[in-house]
């Protein structure tokens, strides 16, 4: 069996409004290594946001980062270009997680069937979030440049792939077997630790004992609560640790780093507001 390494590739921060105040949300990819057969393979895990003077422009959210430049940067600081990612593994196509595709034109992009029909025809709270740019990019490539998966899937030993609708209708969890243990790239299936481990005071601030032997489940859903709480269940039952996609806390690199809750609240949600003049960058 392969032993996969997982490096995290910070892209970017969006301010996003959050009890009155604004809250820093950073923005991952994670970049997979490994061998199969003799082969050095290089994964991408989602494809990142767009630049935010875009996303400014759009959603009427502020940040730092993203596009090609930090994610060519990011991937350069591994020593690698664009045109070494063989894969990219999308777990859903909102703009944070899905764009930049075109920088890869020769590696497969492997996304829910499901999940492209969301991009296109979106629930109707979800409009905002499933960008043209996106489409574009995911149906412009040649058919052998694109896998569309109809459920859980074993996509490379090692590298398991978790169908669980819930955030979108065609979210999709990788599960990454390294030298420590499972890893599960959970996304916004549960972005902070705190859905994941919400009794639990180091991942939470707000530790409620109500939800104990269960999960917080977030807003911003295709799905209803009980489906969302069956896929954290079924994505916890199938891993050893989880990395939600915007908590800062997150290991950078696995599994030299190996921890299922981070034991400091520094970097949940009440990590300090932007400065004025970062705001406004
Ligand atoms: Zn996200």
């Known amino acids: 069996m392969t032993q996969w390494t997982i490096t995290t590739l910070r892209i970017g921060e969006l301010y996003l409004p959050h009890g009155g105040g604004i809250m820093r949300d950073p923005v991952h990819v994670w970049l997979v290594r490994g061998e199969v057969d003799g082969r050095q393979r290089n994964l991408l895990v989602d494809s990142g946001m767009s630049d935010i003077p875009v996303i400014r422009q759009r959603l009427k959210v502020g940040g730092v980062g993203g596009g090609h430049t930090a994610l060519i940067a990011g991937l350069a600081a591994e020593g690698l270009t664009p045109d070494d990612i063989d894969t990219v593994i999308i777990t859903h196509l909102h703009f944070d997680h ?6 890869f034109p020769k590696a497969l992009v492997v996304v829910q069937r499901q999940e492209l ?9 979800q409009r905002p979030y499933y ?3 996106t489409a574009l990019h995911l149906v412009g490539r040649k058919p052998s440049e694109l896998r569309l998966l109809d459920g859980d899937h074993d996509y490379l030993p090692g590298i398991r792939i978790l169908s669980v609708p819930s955030h979108t209708e065609g979210m999709q969890v990788p599960i990454v077997t390294t030298a420590k243990g499972r890893v599960a790239l959970v996304s916004d299936l549960g972005d902070h630790y705190r859905y994941w481990f919400p009794t639990d005071p180091r991942a939470t601030p707000n530790p409620q004992r109500s939800l104990t032997g269960s999960f917080l ?3 911003i859903r295709s799905e209803s609560e009980r489906d969302w709480q069956r896929a954290m269940h079924r994505v916890m039952d199938s891993t050893d640790i989880v990395i939600p996609a915007h908590d800062w806390r997150i290991p950078m690199r696995v599994p030299e780093q190996w921890f299922a809750i981070p034991d400091s609240m520094d970097g949940d949600i009440s990590h300090q507001p932007p400065e004025p003049e970062a705001a406004s960058a």
């Open 117 to 125: 029909f969301a991009l296109i025809d979106p629930v109707p709270t």
């Open 131 to 133: 960008w043209k740019s």
């Open 217 to 219: 489940t977030g807003n």
């Open 98 to 103: 899905g764009e930049n595709l075109d920088l």
